[in-house]
């Protein structure tokens, strides 16, 4: 049986969201009417003051400009970019968290890369997902289909599709093992790449269900636009061994809803680079980007630019 490694970015939930017909996009986050934690007549942006201060700063930016903006301008050793970086990373998680909500309230059957995950669920090797949000996890639940995060305690007793998330989840937390605080208390301290080492293995903490609203004790993801820091955590190197070694096996390779963005290439390109050579990867995107194809082959010769329809068209 023919192996697939999917590689997937933000276009596939912006492909889902319009599909659901939600009034919240992916790319907007700060439009999203996230409520306080603490306080349900009050919204995130009015706590997190900071983040608001930011957004009115830059009243003609869309939402991933004015974070670009501000990745572009971040001076590590001042504390103030260090607290807005923080406030940052803390909202994202937390709006995303509030969108699943509102995707799984307004979930119906029929998109097509759900019908594309149930005829070839079996046949994926893993999945390398830089998203934030949850929309692959929710697929998968709503097929009941098993899977299970790198880096997380998941592995340990779930067998199922395995998902890298190297930029981190919204739902994704540091160890209570490592630091414990209350949720009341957790938008006062500035935390950042902390890491829980357990028997050799990094370990992050999947946050239940029920507590997706709670601030994060450490809302260690990626910004976008930004380069990652998170190599550096034991978890995140371990999965890109595993996901290098994993990609080495597969028959086949698929990128959909990916930017390819200068930031990111480093660690896709060592991801595609462990791709058999003989394989042609899909490179599904609505537009062709030149630029990115033409850098993306200089990594894989064989390189496909695919459409959407034309995709779902064909068999892989």
């Not at 700063?57 to 501000?70: A, C, G, V, Y």
């Not at 490592?178 to 935390?191: D, E, G, H, V």
Request: with cysteine; proline share 5%; charged share 25%.
């Amino acid at each position: 049986m023919n192996r697939i490694l999917l590689i997937v970015g933000n276009g596939l939930s912006i492909d889902l969201w319009k599909y659901l017909g939600l009034d919240i996009d992916p790319s907007t986050p700060f439009s999203f009417e996230v409520p306080d934690p603490f306080d349900n007549a009050k919204k995130l942006l009015g706590t997190l003051a900071r983040v608001r201060n930011l957004i009115e700063s830059h009243p003609k930016l869309t939402d991933f400009d004015i974070i670009q903006d501000f990745v572009s301008n971040y001076q590590k050793t001042d504390q103030e970019y260090q607290w807005i970086h923080y406030e940052l990373r803390q909202y994202l998680s937390l709006a995303y968290s509030y969108a699943n909500n509102n995707l799984l309230h307004h979930w119906k059957k029929g998109w097509r890369w759900e019908e594309w995950l149930r005829e070839y669920h079996e046949r994926i090797a893993g999945v390398v997902s830089f998203n934030y949000d949850l929309t692959l996890e929710a697929v998968l639940e709503q097929s009941s289909f098993r899977y299970c995060r790198i880096g997380s305690r998941e592995e340990d007793d779930i067998i199922g599709i395995p998902i890298f998330k190297p930029h981190g989840s919204c739902d994704f937390d540091i160890s209570s093992r490592i630091i414990s605080m209350p949720p009341q208390i957790r938008f006062k301290n500035l935390t950042c790449l902390n890491d829980y080492i357990n028997n050799g293995r990094g370990t992050i903490e999947i946050v239940p269900k029920e507590k997706l609203s709670e601030p994060r004790t450490e809302s260690d993801i990626v910004l976008p636009f930004g380069s990652s820091q998170q190599t550096q955590l034991t978890w995140v190197r371990q999965g890109y061994e595993a996901i290098k070694k994993m990609a080495g096996t597969v028959d086949s390779c698929i990128i959909v809803g990916i930017s390819y963005q200068p930031c990111d290439s480093s660690e896709i390109n060592s991801i595609v680079d462990a791709v058999p050579k003989n394989i042609t990867i899909k490179f599904i995107n609505k537009v062709r980007n030149v630029d990115s194809v033409k850098k993306l082959k200089m990594i894989h010769a064989k390189v496909e630019v695919v459409h959407p329809d034309d995709f779902f068209d064909c068999s892989t």
